[in-house]
């Protein structure tokens, strides 16, 4: 049955707006005025009517965003519904009428209708690649073709829940040392800019040749304020060219190999990259997709292009009849003791259990990693924060010393 979006008046006059399902758009709106709503407009909002407009399945304003927790909800509430032996369509028209938001109660009208039409979930969530990911579809797809489609989402809620906890440790962690770096910037430059001028005022007025720092302090003074856009434009540019550098073909695996170089934080995005390496693939693993197909998606989710390589270079060992342990043990980006880990697991046939306890170990890693770096960034900025004030107060009282020598 198709899906048409409408906007319609109510009985005290206010607008609404929302989806309903009818054979036709004659039938929608029977169905509104039967409700008491007035229709303005009623257009189809399933995906094929949408593609044969020439439009895409779905697209998306800053406001009417799907957020990674109402795609987990909605996992999770299926997994249940399904669990209790509702079948498909019905338990998508139920998460219909629960979800708030107005775009996700789209897509998953769509979803029903496509299901509703004989395609399998598979292929009606295929439709909609910027909701659903790659890991998603394939993991579903699984599911479906060993009629365990419940216990596979269940598995991706409680995947994509691990990540975004994870995530949001990290995020968290980060926060604080960020907000510290950007009040220490602000605080040197209305410092520089507008305080040091007033202070050495009078020492430029005195007509005496000044300390080598104090003029070094005036000339940086007078420079930002008068050409402050010069160094904005100079930052920009600098930020864009970078951009466009890492984006190259020969600039992002250069990239990506300093950010794993960098001391501390290198070893951090390393234990990352590898709790979600170890994560995805258990996740996919379990879920019943092939060991090729499933590197196949964790190599597109890498977000480190020498990582990444590994992992290539490892699917076509594998194609030729090499173990995993064998593939990735030649890396020094994977540990010896990720690799052991992994060689115990597909010798005793538990290659997915054996990923997921390395998942876990990791993580734990990152989260203590974390702490640890973001107590070591702290100091450093505060060190190096009043190193800078030290100096220009040491600019500043230069001078004065000097007089009072010369008075004494």
Known sequence: MPVYEYKALDKNGKSRKGIVDADSSSTARKKLRSGGNYPIYIKESSAKAQKKAGGRAISLSLFDRITTKEL?????????????????????????????????????????????????????????????????????????????????????????????VLKGKLTAALIYPLVMALICVGVLIILITYIIPNITQVFVEMDKVLPLPTRILIGMSDFLKDYWFIVVFLMAALGISLKIFIQSKYGRPLWDYILLKIPVIGTVLQKIILARFSSTLSSLLESGVGLIASMEIVKTIMNNSQISQVVDDAIVQIREGKSMTVSLGNSPWFPPMFVQMVGVGEQAGTLEKMLKKVADAYEREVESAVVGMTSLIEPIMIVGMGGVVGAIILSILLPIFEMNQMIG
């Open 72 to 164: 987990h909800i909605f996992t999770r509430q299926l997994a249940t519904l399904l669990g209790a032996k509702i079948p498909l369509v019905p338990s998508l028209s139920s998460l219909i009428s629960q979800t708030t938001n107005p775009a996700f109660k789209k897509i998953i009208a769509q979803i029903k209708e496509s299901v509703n039409e004989g395609n399998t979930l598979t292929n009606a969530i295929s439709e909609h690649p910027k909701i659903f990911s790659n890991i998603y579809i394939n993991m579903i797809r699984a599911g479906e073709a060993s009629g365990s489609l419940d216990i596979v989402l269940e598995r991706l809620a409680d995947f994509g829940e691990k990540q975004e």
